[in-house]
């Protein structure tokens, strides 16, 4: 039986954990629960898996739902803010941490479990893309494992068990093209609304955006080189339509061998958490003589220059991969928001980047300053100069 905390419960990836853990009850024991500000959603969890710990956002929400769990007869412990998050990350009892929490908050809980010797379950990029080798140091100090859950980082991760690093010759990274990998027309014409309509994914408007830019793909090739240890140069895109092959691996024999199966992110989540076992689930099996086709095409980097940004800032290297990850998540809240143009995100981004001095003696552990330091120029950028 293995005890898992979920860090962010009730966002889109939260709720899918959820819905594998309710499925695997003789395997997977909910020991930890941390929302935001979703406490709706939190206390049907905490209903249903009764867990020894839950953390909110914000101290007043804690104390409401603290009196809720009191007159349910639940026996729940509630804590709030980034110490509540460290708190269930850390937990004597738990094993994995499953974590999806965007941003420094994120990352700060990721730390803190590893030193404290769990596993860590990652659904998060971002904080791979900030302060990726640091990250991955740790977690080989500590003697701990970092698991992917993002479905191409699982496919490659099934793709590797049992494999050498050094016959990788190359890692192919799937993307399904988002909605306008094969538009035309003006891209600083392309309204909220249509970028957040995805075709083959339902995710947050964050990573929607993400993919409609295909910056998604460009965290994605930073994550996997960090994940994987292999160079950027060695990460190669390939836009795959019908996300079925969710990513491959080439060897150098020239054997390539792909993880295929339905786009359901229950799946990725289940191996992460049961892994090295194959468990049953829920998922349905693929056909692929219904699917008839796969194809495979090389994404245009001139159309999605947020691949371009997310090459350099990788060979760049240091807090590069941070400040391009900061000042693109200021840049899309601001899309989100109708304050900029679509085109603008990547315009954002690269001068943020350009803006940006790193020395030589820079470590890539100033992961939180060079972030910080992102957010307010890329904030000052869209005042003066992109705001609509
Ligand atoms: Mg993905």
Request: positive net charge; aromatic residues 8%.
């Amino acid at each position: 039986m293995k005890k898992i905390a979920i860090l962010g419960s009730s966002g889109s990836i939260g709720k899918q954990a959820i819905d594998v853990a309710s499925k695997m009850k003789e395997d997977i024991c909910v020991e930890a629960l941390a929302a935001g500000s979703n406490v709706k959603v939190l206390k049907a969890q905490i209903k249903k898996f009764k867990p020894s710990a839950a953390s909110v956002a914000n101290d007043s929400d804690a104390k409401e739902l603290k009196k809720w769990c009191v007159s349910n007869k639940i026996k729940t412990n509630v804590y709030s803010g980034q110490s509540g998050l460290e708190k269930l990350a850390t937990m004597p009892k738990v094993d994995m941490v499953l974590a999806t929490l965007v941003g420094s908050v994120g990352l700060k809980s990721i730390i803190a479990a590893i030193k404290a010797k769990k596993d860590v379950a990652l659904a998060n990029k971002e904080s791979l893309v900030m302060a990726g080798d640091y990250i991955m140091k740790l977690a080989e100090e500590n003697g701990v494992s970092v698991l992917p859950v993002d479905s191409e980082h699982s496919a490659i991760f099934q793709c590797c068990v049992g494999e050498r690093k050094d016959r990788i010759r190359k890692i192919i990274l799937t993307a399904s093209g988002g909605p306008f990998y094969k538009y035309d027309g003006d891209f600083s014409k392309i309204t909220v609304e249509r970028a957040l309509a995805h075709p083959s994914w339902k995710m947050g408007k964050k990573i929607t955006i993400d993919s409609a830019t295909l910056m998604n793909k460009g965290l994605e090739a930073i994550e996997a080189s960090v994940l994987f240890g292999v160079p950027i140069d060695k990460v190669e895109i390939l836009i795959h339509p019908q996300s079925i092959a969710h990513s491959m691996v080439e060897y150098v024999d020239g054997s390539v061998i792909a993880q295929l199966s339905k786009p359901d992110m229950r799946l990725p989540i289940q191996y992460a958490l049961t892994r090295p076992e194959r468990l049953k689930s829920n998922i349905k099996f693929l056909n692929l003589a219904e699917i008839g086709k796969l194809e495979f095409y090389k994404p245009d980097f001139n159309k999605f220059p947020c691949l371009k940004l997310a090459y350099w800032a990788a060979k760049k290297g240091r807090a590069f991969p941070a400040v391009m990850n900061a000042s693109n998540e200021i840049a899309v809240k601001s899309f989100l928001d109708k304050k900029i143009n679509f085109t603008d995100i990547a315009k954002i981004v690269e001068k943020t980047m350009k803006a940006r001095k790193i020395s030589k003696n820079t470590l890539s552990e100033d992961f939180f300053e060079s972030d910080s330091w992102a957010r307010t120029y890329a904030r000052n950028l869209i005042e003066k100069e992109f705001k609509l």
